[in-house]
């Protein structure tokens, strides 16, 4: 009876360790491992301890396998995880408070600075103009600039276009997406949304509701949320807006503070947010495995939210939707996206060799080193891509 006690106590010891681990470290990715082990040494010791009983070493045998198999699971998708980016930088701050550009002095912008205004859709602080650093410290030690960008924002937090004119004389353009369209990394006259604006010369005013972080669900949010009269557009004319889709897109749905807006998610669909939700984003934050499980949960979803953002935009302001396809797109998010029927523009035809996402590493070629988001010319390629669709669709119109 004794040997039973003991061993019940080093059970519910390290069950208990296990449970504080992932309650005072929620965010320590490498302790997953240790937190899928120790229940299984702690069902194999109750196993061995109880064996006399009938199943009960069998049963724990079991458990301790799987166990054993969740941790070096673990392991290998946090390495393959890892191995995604050309080198492991550890992001730091900048130590510069303000920067000098151009014969100005800029301060330099913070994490505060974005997402955390309630106030605002996008969580930034309005009317915001600085200089966005991001600093990386390499595993020798040494520290290395991965971009220096200015970045301004309006009064609702959203990045502002340079050119803008009074009376355009054609209907204003509309584009959306996360940070890959906001220009995360380039200033704000390199971002493709401003690159399109300085071409067209003021005939056209251009819209960047790109949102760092963001998915289709933030997308409809925006709408749902009447941005598009706060920005003062007319919305009696017939606008074209574009949505820039990246592949992690799918997989943001459920972590997103809009997963819930609307009422045109079925039954099902609700459930899967809601259990997904908060077993993968609450009770398995940071877990690779998890995140490799409940994949397949929200594949579906991110069509939903976009079929409903595009009904807004053609029922409330008679505006078109294109969907600009991004490379690292894989092959089933492609044919999903062609079966909900959305007009689409692949933007592989103008990165046909870009071999960031399917090689799991970030393309110098296109991408920023150690961050993976488009360069300054990236965004030129992608600018130059759409002129041509723009003008096309122009051209159609005034026949």
């Known amino acids: 009876m004794k040997k039973q006690i003991i061993a019940g106590s080093i059970a519910a010891i390290l069950l208990l360790t296990a449970f504080f681990l ?8 490498e302790l997953w491992p240790i937190i899928f082990l120790l229940p299984g040494i702690a069902f194999l010791i109750l196993g061995i301890t109880w064996q006399k009983k009938k199943f009960i070493l069998p049963v724990s045998q079991v458990l301790f396998a799987l166990c054993v198999a969740a941790s070096i699971a673990e392991i290998y998708f946090k390495k ?9 930088l550890k992001e730091i701050a900048a130590e510069e ?26 969580l930034n602080k309005p009317n915001l103009h600085g200089i966005s650093k991001k600093m990386g410290k390499d595993r020798d030690g040494s520290l290395r600039t991965i971009y220096e960008a200015e970045y301004t924002l309006n009064e609702q937090g959203f990045r502002k276009v340079p050119v803008r004119t009074e009376n355009p004389a054609e ?21 493709f949304v401003s690159r399109i604006a300085e071409k067209l010369q003021g005939r056209r005013n251009v819209y960047n509701f790109g949102l760092s972080g963001g998915s289709p669900a933030e997308f409809l949010l925006i709408l749902k949320n009447q941005v598009i009269e706060k920005e003062g557009i007319d919305t ?12 992690d897109h799918r997989y943001r749905i459920l972590s997103s503070r809009a997963r819930n807006t609307g009422n045109f998610l079925t039954a099902r669909q609700k459930a899967d947010i809601a259990f997904v939700y908060w077993t993968k984003t609450r009770l398995f ?16 979803l991110y069509i939903s939210y976009l079929k409903e953002a595009e009904k807004i935009l053609r029922e409330k302001y008679s505006t078109t939707l294109t969907v600009v396809v991004y490379p690292d797109c894989m092959p089933d998010m492609i044919d999903q996206l062609k079966q909900a029927g959305f ?16 090689t799991r590493r970030v393309d110098l070629k296109y991408e920023i080193p150690y961050d993976g988001h488009p360069t300054a010319k990236t965004h030129q390629l992608i600018a130059d891509f759409l002129l041509k669709d723009i003008s096309a669709n122009a051209q159609k119109k005034a026949e």
């Open 236 to 247: 009696k004319k017939t606008c074209s807006a574009y949505y820039l889709i990246i592949n």
């Open 22 to 29: 992932r309650l005072l470290f929620p965010g320590a990715a």
């Open 171 to 191: 209907p204003p353009l509309l584009f959306f997406g996360d940070s890959f369209t906001f220009g995360i990394g380039v200033n704000d006259d390199e971002a």
């Open 80 to 88: 393959a995880m890892d191995r995604r980016m050309t080198a492991q």
């Open 285 to 300: 934050y940071k877990s690779e495995l998890f995140h490799a499980i409940s994949a397949k949960f929200h594949k579906q």
């Open 97 to 122: 408070k303000f920067i000098e550009k151009n014969g100005r002095k800029l301060p330099v912008l913070v994490a505060d600075d974005f997402g955390k205004y309630p106030g605002t859709i996008t």
């Open 343 to 358: 007009r689409l523009l692949f933007l592989k035809d103008v990165m046909p060799d870009y071999k960031g996402y399917h």
